[in-house]
């Protein structure tokens, strides 16, 4: 056989076995996915375990006590919060009234007292005293004081601010005054007045202040006013007396 003739034998023959070997490596190719496969398979579970396949849950919406719980925790600490704040407030405002009573007991109290009408050394001349009493249970300490006698034909006559005559000089810190001390404030009278104001003609004031501090530092101001009116006692030693009149500003204490 010459050389060139058998040069396609031999590639038809190459194709042959090629053809032949194919489906071999397809049987080959299966045989790798299937073992591929069963690598990837889940393994298969232990003795004694549950299945863990997904199930509906039946409880889901049913209410949990600790989420009410957790529902009404906070309403619930408003309420206490607010109980809490209630009775502190009473507590405070119970124990600043009970501290007020306190001081209103224990504080100094200077309350007017007026006297009769008096003669004097000096003829035709009279005179009256009005003693400033400590009616209170603690000291007090007088800063300022003033007097003075008025005579008007009306009450509407009254200035608003009576023209007082100032006593002391006091002390900065003021004049000690102990428990059921007095000051005296004194208004001279004169014959002439006293019957003028017998006979309706004239009528007669007297007024006066004083300025104090108690134990607790606070400062007061008692003010007073009288007017001197025919006795309505028929029994009374005297036929004129003092009786409280004058403005409501003439009569003030705190």
């Known amino acids: 056989m010459r050389p060139l003739a058998a040069i396609p034998i031999l590639l038809l023959t190459t194709l042959i076995f090629q053809r032949a070997e194919l489906p071999k490596q ?10 591929i496969q ?7 579970s232990l003795p004694g375990t549950a299945d863990t396949t997904t199930k509906p849950d039946t409880y889901a919406d049913q209410p949990d ?6 529902h009404w925790k906070t309403p619930s600490d408003i309420a206490f919060t607010a109980i809490i704040a209630l009775f502190t407030a009473l507590t ?9 009573a306190t001081k209103i007991g224990e504080r100094a109290w200077l ?3 007026i006297g009769s009408i008096e003669a004097t050394k000096v003829t035709g001349t009279f005179q009256v005293i009005c003693q400033i009493t400590n009616n209170g249970r603690t000291p007090a300490w007088i800063t300022a004081a003033g007097s003075v006698g008025m005579v008007r034909k009306s ?4 200035p608003t601010i009576p023209p007082f005559t100032m006593m002391g000089p006091f002390r900065e810190t003021g004049s000690l005054l102990p428990p059921t001390a007095w000051l005296p404030q004194g208004f001279p009278l004169t014959n002439d007045e006293l019957k003028k104001v017998a006979a309706g003609e004239h009528l007669l004031y007297v007024a006066g202040f004083i300025e104090y501090r108690d134990i607790y530092k606070e400062k007061h101001r008692t003010c007073y006013c009288y007017q001197l009116k025919r006795a309505q006692d028929l029994t009374h030693p005297d036929p004129l007396d003092f009786c409280i009149a004058g403005p ?5 204490a705190n």
Do not use: C, M
Request: glycine share 4%.
């Open 26 to 35: 397809a049987a080959k190719t299966g045989d790798s996915s299937e073992k």
């Open 92 to 100: 405070y405002f119970n124990l600043r009234s009970q501290l007020h």
């Open 38 to 44: 069963r690598e990837l398979n889940p393994l298969p």
């Open 111 to 113: 309350v007017p007292n």
């Open 65 to 70: 006590a600790g989420n009410i719980w957790d």
């Open 155 to 158: 009450e509407k006559e009254l």
């Open 248 to 252: 409501p500003e003439y009569n003030d």
